[in-house]
Structures are given as structure tokens and as C-alpha cells.
């Protein structure tokens, strides 16, 4: 029993890192239909952000308390900055190449994590964690480690901004509609260029805030994390049907559940092995997704 | 080779009614038609030669290193070629291609380690290997289109590369990799006096790469090809059904990139890891893209000059020149992929083509140039 509400929360830990990287691949793809391969990068830029911050190079950030706070804000900004940059100077100007956009992203995807082990080396660093968050907690005779639930809030509250952005709000409708139909809204005298460029802001901050968190997840920080979970993700906004964020998060727990439990039971590795199988398999049987969009 | 030559046709493009800037002699355009002939002989010599090319190379050109770097950028010119097959005759972004490369190197280097088969004989099984790898999952992958299809090929290539780290039952080697067996090999292709003999190997292997894919997209078939990227329903509306004919190209592009991997083995003398990440793939789709997707030469030159990048940066930010620069200019100068990467997103803006249309460009902009004023 243990070792199943052990296994549940990390799987639930997992499936929240790969939601708040696959929300913002989702409305990406849903919105400009760009498979967004510097995702990953924005995920590392995030992380070392608030690794770095927390080291102590920012004034007011530390490792523990409010200071901690303030170094993931730190990583999630400049994450968020890097993402709004990267589709203004990357993706815009290619605006009527959809081809071309997409190969702009990998190439900006294979030279961002090279300028990052350029700079701090490509060996893993340590991730100066808070105290409080490093520690366990029992639950049902299990001692679960504090920060999967911290990913979990995190994951939670960013799903909760989002349905209420996207719902709510003049700019969420204007999105909503642009995956619906870009070239209706277009017709209609709205500037979805704006959209484009917020969904890239919201994308970035919800993976830098990932790769930030992400840091207590996985006790350290290197330059490749980003791109190794982006192709969960890939799995993730497939599975979830491109463009929905309800999908994504459906589809993030089902992945951390089905790679915990399978790596656990079976062979280490089998896991996300069985994971993208099943995206093969999903695809295969039903090509578009959980919840019906276009894949 | 065929006889018609990319050379050939810029002359007739140009305007009328303005004269040639260079009307050569009728024999210097003829001898200009063989240039692919005249190369491959170079080539072909090339390890006879002690020429020294400060700079592009560290030592003469004969020297083992030179040919060494010579091989691997003739194989990854040849890897690109194949994979442009399916990018940029077909259309089909297949992320998933390092697959079967990878499945040519460790099927031949696992059988002639378990099995003791010979070389030659498991290097057949190897490329039987990934012909049917590719046929496989070709036939489930190209169910799905556009953007579907390029995930279903991420994943079976995701799902070999964690396969090969797993290591199962100790046949891959894991993360390590594993070693080609020096002893079961020709003693011809061993051994650092014989590197000679590996680069024609991969010499041989960029011929019939470049023949195969010449003659499959000349053919009918071919003409389907393209309609297939022009325009996949017409094709369909015509009678004709795209999938066998996507099949085919598949098939075709994994059987090369298998082979491809054999002389990969050879070369290197081993199976390693990184030859079945998705990078990888990626990096072949930089090598395409760089040299023009859709061209007879440009996946050629574009998969030459990453290579050739790749290696002699690598050497440059090993080298105390860099070490001694300050620091904005030293970081990004020691990581090769960063540059690289940098370079790929300034040529998919600047020279949509590839480096193929640059000579073009260069023209109109000249045209351009000189017609207002």
C-alpha cells in the first residue's frame, strides 16, 4: 500500500512537470501550428534562471523562504522573456512559412542548451532547494517527498489560471477562437499576431516555471532536462488532442502514472518505453487524440 | 550519373536580350557537364595526395585524420542525401530516421559479436535489419499524416533509444556502446595504416547512395513523388494510391541510412548511443535543410559541410587560440552546437534553399542591382 500512494504521488509529481510543459506546447501548436522544439530550451533557461538565482547572484533570492520564492519568480521571468523574444525575432518574420518556423525552433532548440553548458559546463548542478521542501511527509504509511506535492499546487494553480484566462477574458476568447479557426478570426479584424505572442509568453512561463520546479524534482539542473522531457510532452499534448488544455493535463497524469508504475514493477526504463508505444498505438487508433482535435 | 546538370540551367535562366557575362567556349560547357565525373576521380585519389589545405584540414590530405574526417563527411553527406528522400522529395517529416542508421550499426555489430558470424554476412543481416525495420514500421507510421506522422516516428526512434541504454541482456553495450570486434574483421579494414581503404568504403557508399536516390526520383515512381508533395489527393483522385508509394520511399531511405550505418561502424569502429537520439535525427534534418531540401546536391553539401563544422570547431575550442579570447567571444566559440545551431536558424531566413540557391541569389541580387540603375 505504501509503495502504491508512493508511486501515485511521484507518477502525480511527473504528470504535473509534464502538464506545465505541454499546456503552453498545446496552445502553441493549436493556435500557430508550431511544433515548438525550443519548448525544451525554455524549459532549461527556466531552470538555470532560478538555479542561478538561488545560488545567491541575486540580490533578495536565497535557498530557503521568500528568497526561494523569488528565484523561481526569477527563472519563470526570464523563461518568460526568452519565449516572448524567441517568437518575436524567430517565429514572426517567418510568419507565411509554416515549414520554416518550425526548423527555426530546432535550430534555436540544439543551440540554447549548448550556450547554456558553454557557460555553467554540461555536468548536472546541484539545485539549492529549500530546507522545508526537501523533506518527507506521511501519508496512508508512506513518506512522500514534499516538493512532488509542491509540483502538484503548481500544476493545479497554472490549470486553474489558464481555464479561467482562456474562458473568461477577452484575450483567452480571442485565443480559443484562433485554434478554432485562424482564418475566420483574422476575417473578423482581430489581430491574432497579439495572441500569438501571449500564448508564447504564457507557453514559456508555465515551462520555465516547470524547469524551475523541476529543479527540486530532480535535485539538480543540466542542460539537456529540457529537451528529454519535451518529448514526454510531445506524448502528453498528442495524447491530449493539440490546442486543449484539459486534454493535457488528462493525458500528463495518465504519463506519470503509467511511467512510475511500469518503471517500478517492471524494469527500470520500461516505463517510458511503454509510454511512447502508447503514443504510437493512440495515434495509430484513433489520429486525433483523446479529445478529438486534428494531430 | 545522369546527364543534365544543375550547371546547365542558370545560363538558360537568364534574361534575354542581355548578353552572357561569361559566354564560354562550347567545349569548356561540355566538360563542365562531367564535373560530377571529374570530382568523384578526385575523390577517388584523394588518399594518394599529400596536399596540405591550411586551415579546412590539420594535416595533409592523405594522412589518416584527414581521411579519417574525409569518410565521415562523405557518409553523413550521403545519410542526408537518403533522408532528404522522404523531407524533401516526399514531403514526409519523419523524426524517427536515426532509427534505422542505428539499426544497421548495432544489427551488424551485434551479430558478429554473438553470432561470430563473418563481417560481410552479418553486415547482409544488418542491412536485412533495417530494411525490415524500416518496411515495419514504415507501414504503421505512414497511417497517420502531416504532424501525427512525424510523432509516431519520434516515438519508435524514442523507443530504440531507450531500448539500446537499457541494454538488454548485455547486447547493446548500453550507454558505453560497444566495440566492433577487431579480430572478426577483414584485416584490410583494421588498424589506423588502412584508413585508405575506409574511406573509399564510405566513397563507395556515397555513390550508390546518390545513384539509388537519383534513379528512384527520375523514374515514374518518382514523378508520383512529387506529386504526391505537390498535392497528396490529387494524386489520390488520379487512381493512384500514395501509400505504397510513400512505403516505397521509406523503405528505400531506411535500407541507405542502415547501410550508411554499417560504414558508420567500420569507420568508428564501434556502436555508440548518441547515433540513436532524436538529435541525431535532427542534426541530419540541420544537414538538409542547411545544403537545400529538395536538390540533387544540396543534402550532399549541406551533410559535408555540418561534418566538416562539427569536427574542426570542435578542434577550434580545443585549442589555445580560443582559450585565450575573452569570455563573450570564448563561450559560444566552444560549443560547436551552439554555433551550428545559430548558423541553421541565419540560413533558414536568409537563403530559404539552403546553400544550393546561394549562387542564385547572388545573381538576381546582382540582376536586381544593375537593371534600376
Redo the contacts between chains.
Keep these: 500500500m505504501a509503495t502504491i500512494v508512493l508511486l501515485t504521488c511521484t507518477g502525480l509529481g511527473l504528470g504535473a512537470l509534464y502538464f506545465l510543459v505541454a499546456s503552453g506546447l498545446s496552445l502553441i501548436f493549436g493556435l500557430m501550428d508550431v511544433l515548438n522544439f525550443a519548448h525544451g530550451a525554455l524549459l532549461s533557461i527556466g531552470a538555470y534562471g532560478a538555479w542561478w538565482a538561488a545560488s545567491g547572484n541575486l540580490p533578495g533570492a536565497g535557498r530557503s523562504g521568500f528568497g526561494f520564492v523569488l528565484a523561481v519568480a526569477f527563472g519563470t521571468a526570464v523563461g518568460t522573456l526568452a519565449a516572448v523574444l524567441l517568437e518575436l525575432a524567430v517565429i514572426r518574420p517567418l510568419y507565411t512559412r509554416p515549414r520554416e518556423q518550425i526548423l527555426a525552433t530546432v535550430g534555436v532548440g540544439l543551440a540554447a542548451p549548448a550556450l547554456l553548458s558553454a557557460i555553467w559546463g554540461s555536468d548536472a548542478r546541484t539545485f539549492p532547494g529549500p530546507a522545508a521542501l526537501s523533506g518527507t511527509f506521511p501519508l496512508l504509511g508512506a513518506a512522500i517527498p514534499v516538493n512532488r506535492l509542491v509540483l502538484v499546487a503548481a500544476a493545479l494553480v497554472v490549470l486553474v489560471a489558464l481555464r479561467l484566462f482562456l474562458g473568461r477574458t477577452r484575450h483567452g476568447l480571442v485565443v480559443r477562437a484562433g485554434v478554432e479557426d485562424r482564418a475566420m478570426v483574422t476575417a473578423l479584424g482581430i489581430d491574432v499576431r497579439k495572441a500569438f505572442t501571449l500564448v508564447f509568453a504564457i507557453g514559456g512561463a508555465a515551462a520555465a516555471l516547470a524547469g524551475a520546479l523541476g529543479g527540486l524534482y530532480f535535485g539538480s539542473v543540466d542542460p539537456g532536462q529540457g529537451t528529454s522531457l519535451l518529448i514526454f510532452a510531445f506524448v502528453v499534448v498528442v495524447m491530449g488532442g493539440m490546442g486543449s488544455i484539459t486534454g493535457a493535463a488528462v493525458a500528463a497524469v495518465g504519463v506519470g502514472l503509467v511511467q512510475q508504475f511500469a518503471n517500478y514493477y517492471t524494469a527500470a526504463g520500461l516505463g517510458d518505453l511503454a509510454v511512447v508505444v502508447m503514443l504510437a498505438a493512440l495515434l495509430l487508433i484513433r489520429p486525433r487524440g483523446l479529445t478529438g482535435r486534428l494531430a | 550519373m545522369s546527364t543534365t546538370t544543375p550547371t546547365a540551367e542558370p545560363t538558360r535562366q537568364e534574361a534575354p536580350g542581355r548578353a552572357r557575362p561569361r559566354s564560354s567556349p562550347s567545349w569548356l560547357r561540355r566538360a563542365g557537364r562531367w564535373w560530377p565525373g571529374v570530382l568523384l576521380l578526385v575523390l577517388f585519389v584523394a588518399p594518394y595526395s599529400a596536399l596540405q589545405v591550411p586551415g579546412v584540414f590539420d594535416g595533409p590530405i592523405g594522412s589518416p585524420g584527414t581521411l579519417q574526417l574525409l569518410a565521415l563527411c562523405l557518409v553523413f553527406g550521403a545519410l542526408a542525401t537518403g533522408y532528404d528522400l522522404l523531407v524533401g522529395r516526399l514531403g514526409l ?1 519523419s523524426f524517427g530516421h536515426a532509427l534505422y542508421f542505428a539499426a544497421g550499426t548495432y544489427a551488424t555489430n551485434t551479430i558478429t559479436l554473438e553470432a561470430g558470424l563473418p563481417f560481410v554476412a552479418s553486415a547482409l543481416l544488418g542491412l536485412l535489419v533495417g530494411a525490415v525495420l524500416a518496411a515495419l514500421l514504415g507501414s ?2 505512414l ?2 499524416t ?3 506522422f ?3 516516428t ?3 526512434a ?2 530504440g533509444s ?2 539500446v ?2 541494454d538488454p541482456g548485455g547486447i547493446t553495450g548500453g550507454e558505453e556502446g560497444r566495440a566492433a570486434p577487431a579480430q572478426q574483421l577483414p584485416a584490410s579494414l583494421v588498424g589506423i595504416q588502412h584508413t585508405a581503404n575506409l574511406y573509399w568504403i564510405a566513397l563507395a557508399y556515397l555513390v550508390i547512395t546518390l545513384v539509388a536516390v537519383h534513379w528512384a526520383v527520375r523514374s515514374p515512381t518518382g514523378r508520383v513523388w512529387e506529386g504526391i508533395k505537390e498535392n497528396e489527393r490529387r494524386v489520390e483522385v488520379l487512381g493512384l494510391r500514395p501509400y505504397g508509394f510513400k512505403l516505397l520511399a521509406f523503405v528505400l531511405a531506411g535500407t541507405l541510412a542502415a547501410l550508411g550505418g554499417i560504414v558508420y561502424l567500420l569507420l568508428t569502429g564501434g556502436a555508440t548511443p548518441q547515433t540513436t537520439t ?2 541525431f535525427t ?2 541530419l ?2 544537414m538538409v ?1 542547411l545544403g537545400g531540401s529538395g536538390s540533387r546536391w544540396g543534402p550532399l553539401i549541406g551533410g559535408v559541410l555540418y561534418t566538416w563544422a562539427d569536427h574542426r570547431l570542435g578542434d577550434l575550442a580545443g585549442s589555445g587560440s580560443v582559450a585565450g579570447l575573452p569570455a563573450a567571444l570564448r ?2 566559440l ?5 554555433l ?3 548558423i ?2 541565419v540560413v ?2 536568409v537563403l ?1 534553399g539552403g546553400v544550393v540557391r546561394l549562387p542564385g541569389h547572388l545573381r538576381e541580387a546582382r540582376t536586381s542591382k544593375r537593371s534600376p540603375g
Excluded: T
Aim: hydrophobic letters at 55%; a neutral charge.
Design positions: 517529416l504503421v507510421s497511417r497517420v502531416g504532424i501525427g512525424s510523432m509516431v519520434l516515438a519508435f524514442q523507443a531507450i531500448l541504454e537499457r532524436s538529435d535532427l542534426s534534418l540541420v535543410v563561450v559560444p566552444s560549443q560547436p552546437m551552439f551550428l545551431g545559430a541553421f536558424v533558414v531566413y530559404p
